[in-house]
Nanobody, 126 residues
Framework: QGGWVESGGGSVQAGGALRRSCAAA????????MAWFRQAPGKEREGVAS???????TYADSVKDRFTISRDSAKNTLYLQLNSLKPEDTAMYYC????????????????????WGQGTQVTVSS
């Protein structure tokens, strides 16, 4: 679909941690601006974290200081480390990317991306 091979996710208790991974199968992560989004049942899709080609990052206020976005160019993979998880973090998490000029900043706007993963469920129990 979007050229991503996803892994990670699952269920964890509040306060726990998970790591989500998306390996790019059809493009180079170093040439793309990338992001993570999530969508909970009955809610709109929310931008969680973004990283640009220069490794500048931005985060939603709700996850700042708990989540970390990163990439490994050698493995051509995008990561999201989720720490100090809360029940309200329960959602389907999606990776996304788009080819971009090197100086374009990170963005949590979903309309800026055209390579989307199929998503993986993250469930946090209290």
């Amino acid at each position: 679909q979007g050229g991503w091979v996803e892994s990670g996710g699952g269920s964890v208790q509040a306060g726990g941690a998970l790591r989500r991974s998306c390996a790019a199968a059809k493009f180079s992560v170093a040439s793309n601006r990338m992001a993570w989004f999530r969508q909970a049942p009955g809610k709109e899709r929310e931008g969680v974290a973004s990283i640009n080609r220069l490794l500048t990052t931005t985060y939603a206020d709700s996850v700042k200081d708990r989540f970390t976005i990163s990439r490994d160019s050698a493995k051509n993979t995008l990561y999201l480390q989720l720490n100090s998880l809360k029940p309200e973090d329960t959602a389907m998490y999606y990776c996304a990317g788009s080819r971009s000029p090197i100086f374009l900043g990170p963005s949590l706007d979903g309309t800026q991306y055209n390579y989307w993963g199929q998503g993986t469920q993250v469930t946090v129990s209290s």
